[in-house]
């Protein structure tokens, strides 16, 4: 797994730095680097990119993030998943492309110092942007689904922090990571995975995780050793399901994320080591409730 912990100072910025570390072999094993399929080379006009990751060896995982300037302020990366590439489409064009006219999207601040955190494997990257004090984030690629691999072909999972036209100080329900995602009125959500058949189904609704978004989260996630005071290495994690409600029925997991109980032992940023791996800790965006952090495995 490669990952990624680095600063830039605009969003066009952020975007290039990712994809150029995505992209470059020294970070991954032989023959295991995203490929970029769109544009060419990544240059300091680039402000659209379409890549593809190579899963098992056998798959074709294809990721977009685009640029999108929203009023003077602030702009947003975009994010798509397709099924194909196809040359002579469009970036909102390519085969199997998520379909809303508002995407999920990570909405940022224009021109401010940013901090962020990225790790990858073959099928997936999640990426989390600190700005100030709060924290916006991306999924894209494959989840872990519940089933056998001819059953559920082409488990992906296109997650932001919000959706497109969200402000990026919006203190509302609808501005809420992937893990937690809501739904508007309007349909549009900040998760959209792709099921069997092909449809996109949108988070919120008929669409939910476990345990961040089910209410009430009381689970215990501190275990203490007699006669000790709870350390960073006494925490539990649990796995964030994906579930349907109609159909009722668990869908996967994501890859590489966990929900953790908040408490006060808690940090963002903070590494947490369980069963000597690290893991690295963050809250939903500007949420600090004991229900609103997770980790992402880091090293």
């Known amino acids: 797994m490669a ?3 680095a600063t830039a100072t605009t969003v066009k910025q952020l975007l290039q730095n990712i994809t150029s570390f995505l992209i470059d072999s020294n970070n991954f094993t032989a023959g295991n680097a995203w490929q970029l399929m769109r544009p060419a080379a990544v240059t300091s006009d680039t402000t659209e990119v379409i890549l593809k990751g190579i899963g098992d060896g056998k798959d ?10 929203q009023g003077t302020d602030q702009e947003n990366i975009l994010l798509n998943g397709f099924c194909g590439y196809d040359e002579n489409l469009e970036w909102y064009e390519q085969p199997g492309a998520i379909y809303k006219d508002k995407l999920p999207c990570v909405p940022l601040a224009k021109d401010v110092f940013m901090t962020y955190w990225l790790t990858a494997n073959t099928s997936r990257i999640t990426f989390r942007v600190e700005m100030s004090n709060q924290y916006e984030g991306a999924y894209l690629g494959f989840f872990k689904p519940v089933a056998i691999e001819r059953q559920y072909p082409y488990p992906m999972a296109i997650g932001g922090s919000s959706y497109d036209g969200s402000a990026w100080n919006n203190k509302g329900n609808e501005h809420s990571l992937f893990l937690s995602p809501q739904i508007s009125q309007a349909g549009y959500s900040s998760l959209c995975i792709r099921r069997p058949d092909g449809v996109w189904r949108f988070g919120g609704s008929t669409l939910l995780t476990w345990p961040i978004n089910t209410a009430p989260v009381d689970t215990l996630t501190i275990y203490k050793k007699s006669n000790q005071e709870a350390t960073m290495e006494d925490h539990m994690l649990y796995p964030v399901m994906l579930y ?3 159909p009722v029925g668990m869908v996967g997991e994501f890859d ?5 109980g908040g408490r006060a032992d808690l940090s963002v940023k903070d590494n947490v080591i369980y069963k000597d791996k690290t ?5 939903n965006i500007f949420r600090r409730e004991d229900d609103q952090y997770h980790v992402i495995e880091w090293a």
């Open 3 to 5: 990952v990624l912990n």
């Open 60 to 69: 074709e995982i294809y990721i977009g993030m685009k640029i999108k300037a």
């Open 244 to 246: 349907e409600t109609d």
């Open 256 to 260: 590489g994320l966990f929900w953790i």
């Open 279 to 283: 893991y690295k800790i963050f809250n």
